[in-house]
Each structure stands twice: as structure tokens, then as C-alpha cells.
């Protein structure tokens, strides 16, 4: 059984208890004050981030709450690891050990559309200085339905193009001032043969996470499915152009890492790679490092952002505490404090200066650049429900690309029916 029937099976259980599924009910009237005992509610929130920083902060933000609610016993942040985020939360929540708050990425609709999530709506905008009406639309788009918001958008992070200029000197290369794919993988191959580091990487890909190229194939008018979700478009001539760019880029420019090859960027092992601005954490000033937008592709210019959101689980045994904290958590405040790390849905704070005041890696320039100037025409990676279905069959699929031989058009044909009977379920 696959974790989307089982997490429906669970939200079935649920509901027949009285919680109402998305987009079913009205949304409730904000909820009164704790009526729990002093120390009873302990509180876990799960992530996929271990970064030592992001933690200490979620941390810090958790204390500063639970002094001023002494229901609070504990808030913890369980850490799980990215590759197996969405397969671990789905098996809490059917094994009866759903956390109180999630992270969630691509799983977000499939959530919503079970009733796993409490709204928020009323009880954020009945919060005392939280301002709900500065939350851009465009953003929480991703996370409503009818209106009415499941989950804060608390990381919109455009993908942007990180240079490293020390590796670029060492190759007698210079990055133009408005780069296209092509200028990147003519760059990525002369690096490649001048120092024997990488080329280009895309972040997290790894030959795996395909889902993460949409970060290159959108520049060529590319979708992995239509508007819709209905039709798998994999077999379209912009993908096949999209993803003969990347095999040549592997198999016959060497200006991209092959399978089987680590280059981490942030380690100095590439002269580019396409990565998230929260990504900026990383760099440790062990090398010089420009970050731009992201090149042009043959359709010209674009934008992709990745999202996450954060909700309260209907399964929690907590959850008007849990909605509560999360307020606190998202609050313009602390809105401020986690925009050093993750670009936040607030008009107010989406400014270049307003971003550099909490982040000490990038510029008011650069952040204006690759996150506010990104923001408002971004496309978010795709997201569709059966996201772990969809992501290994596609996945299983893709695996034949990545050979010196393959016929990209016959692979991504593969891909269309694969995936297809899945879209149309």
C-alpha cells in the first residue's frame, strides 16, 4: 500500500469522528484560551532541515513561547531526512504517532485534500498584531483552498544561480552579465577541463529528485504535466530539447557532473550550482561567490521557487496549542528572524534591505535580485497529488537517461506512461 492510501485511510478515521475535510465546512470561529494543565502539552514540529543554525533558532523561538505559556512542557524539533520526509510523515500519521506540526513541500496536497490539516485562517487573523492581510496572495495560493489557508508559507525561495568566481579565475573564464544555459555549460566545460572540479550541479538532483530540474527545463517552455495535472507533457518537443541540453551537458560538455560524482559546491567542488537562497547558509567564505538569478533559457528569462509550508495535523492530540504556537512562530517578528534563512510570504518583509538586515551572506543587491525581483512571477516546482507515486515511477523511468546512448525522446516517452494512469486517477 503506498503512503497517500495510507494516509487516506487515516484521514477517513478522522473524519468520521468530526473533522471536517478541506474545503467541506466552514472554518471555525477562533479558538479560546487554553483551558490545559500547567506542563501537559508537549508539542513536536517535524522538519527536514539538520542545519545546526535553522535549529538553534526554531529553538530559540520555542523557549521564548513556552515562557509565557506554562501549559507548554516541551516543543521539539524532530529532524527527518529530506529523500524520506514524505514517506516518514505519512507512516506517523497512519502508526498513530502523528506530530503536532509538519513541514511540507509537495505532500501539500494531497493533506489538504484528505483533511489532514486544521485551518488557520481565523485563528491567524484573530491574533493580536499577526496581520494577515500582509501575506502576499500569490504565495498562499499553494496552501488554500475556497479561501481559506491550511498551511504558512514560511519559505518561498526562488532558485538562483551561485558562482564561484575563484574557480572561474582559475579557468580564464568571466560570467556575462545576462548569462543563458548555454554560456553556463561552455563556462561549466572549460572549468571542468581547466581544474578538474565540476561544472554546473542542480542542488539536490543527485540523478534522483528529477522534479528539481524544472529548475533548468522551464527555460525551454518545459512542464512535466499540463495545467491541469491531467496529461503528462514529459513527451513534449520542450522537454526533449530541455533534456538533450542536460545529456549533452553530462555526456559530451562535461560541464555537468555525471551519476556516480559528488561535487558539492558549497565544498569549492563546482564553479556553479543552481540552489535555493536559503542555500546562502552554506557558504562558509572558504571561496569568493557571486549569486544571480538564473540563466536564460531559449524561451528567455523565468523564475522557480521552491515552497514549504508549515500546518497544524488534525491527528495531533493538540491542536489548538499547536495552531497557537504557530502563530507565534510566524508572527511579523519572528517572520523577520527566519527570512535570514527562509524568504517569508510578507509584503512587508520582502524588500532587499529588509532581507539583509537578518542575513549576513548575501547583499540588500543580491537578495532584491534573485528573491524579491524573482517572487511575483515565479513558477513552484511540481506538485501534484500521489507525489511519492508520481516521483518513483517517474524516477524508475528517468534512470535509462542518464547513459552515454540513451535516446532522450524514447526515455521521456517511457515517462508519459509510467505516470500518466497515475495523473488521470
Known amino acids: 500500500m503506498n503512503t497517500a492510501r495510507k494516509l487516506f485511510g487515516v484521514v477517513a478515521l478522522t473524519a468520521s469522528v468530526g473533522l471536517a475535510a478541506a474545503g467541506c465546512a466552514a472554518s471555525p470561529p477562533a479558538p479560546a484560551e487554553t483551558t490545559a494543565a500547567p506542563g501537559s502539552v508537549d508539542l513536536r514540529m517535524t522538519v527536514w532541515t539538520s542545519n545546526e543554525d535553522h535549529l538553534a533558532l526554531f529553538d530559540s523561538i520555542a523557549e521564548s513561547y513556552a515562557a509565557d505559556h506554562p501549559e507548554i512542557g516541551s516543543i521539539t524539533f524532530e529532524s527527518l531526512p529530506f529523500g524520506d520526509y514524505n514517506t516518514t510523515l505519512t507512516t506517523q500519521i497512519a502508526g498513530g504517532n502523528s506530530p503536532d506540526l509538519a513541514w511540507m513541500g509537495d505532500l501539500s496536497a494531497d493533506l489538504i485534500a484528505a483533511g489532514a490539516l486544521v485551518p488557520l485562517t481565523d485563528a491567524l487573523q484573530a491574533t493580536e498584531g499577526w496581520d494577515y492581510d500582509d501575506l502576499l496572495g500569490s504565495v498562499t495560493a499553494e496552501y488554500s483552498v475556497d479561501d481559506e489557508l491550511y498551511a504558512y508559507p514560511f519559505s518561498n525561495s526562488p532558485f538562483a544561480l551561485y558562482v564561484n568566481t575563484d574557480l572561474l579565475a582559475q579557468a580564464g573564464q568571466t560570467l556575462p552579465a545576462d548569462p543563458t544555459w548555454d554560456d553556463i555549460s561552455a563556462i561549466g566545460s572549460a572549468v571542468n577541463a581547466a581544474t578538474g572540479k565540476g561544472g554546473f550541479v542542480i542542488r539536490d538532483f543527485d540523478f534522483s529528485s528529477w522534479n528539481t530540474l ?57 564553479a556553479f550550482t543552481i ?32 515552497q514549504a509550508g508549515v500546518g497544524v495535523l488534525s491527528s495531533s492530540a493538540h491542536t489548538h496549542e499547536a495552531t497557537d504556537f504557530l502563530a507565534y512562530l510566524t508572527n511579523p517578528e519572528n517572520a523577520a528572524l527566519l527570512a535570514q534563512f527562509f524568504p517569508p510570504p510578507r509584503e512587508s518583509l520582502l524588500t532587499g534591505e529588509k532581507l539583509a538586515e537578518n542575513n549576513a551572506k548575501l547583499t540588500a543587491e543580491q537578495l532584491q535580485s534573485v528573491v524579491v525581483d524573482q517572487i511575483a512571477e515565479a513558477v513552484t516546482l511540481p506538485n501534484h497529488a500521489n507525489p511519492a507515486e508520481i516521483a518513483q515511477k517517474a524516477k524508475t523511468a528517468l534512470d535509462a537517461m542518464w547513459v552515454p546512448d540513451a535516446d532522450v525522446a524514447a526515455v521521456l516517452g517511457t515517462v508519459c506512461d509510467a505516470i500518466q494512469p497515475v495523473l488521470a486517477d
Open 214 to 270: 524544472a529548475t533548468v527545463w522551464t527555460g525551454w517552455g518545459a512542464s512535466a504535466w499540463s495545467p491541469d495535472g491531467e496529461t503528462c507533457t514529459f513527451d513534449s518537443p520542450e522537454m526533449t530539447d530541455a533534456f538533450q541540453f542536460l545529456h549533452d551537458a553530462v555526456f559530451v560538455d562535461k560541464s555537468m557532473p555525471g551519476p556516480g560524482t559528488t561535487a558539492d559546491f558549497f565544498a569549492g567542488d563546482s
Open 275 to 306: 540552489a535555493q537562497v536559503s542555500r546562502a547558509s552554506l557558504l562558509d567564505g572558504s571561496f569568493a561567490y557571486d549569486v544571480v538569478p538564473l540563466p536564460a533559457g531559449p524561451e528567455g528569462e523565468y523564475s522557480v521557487m521552491g
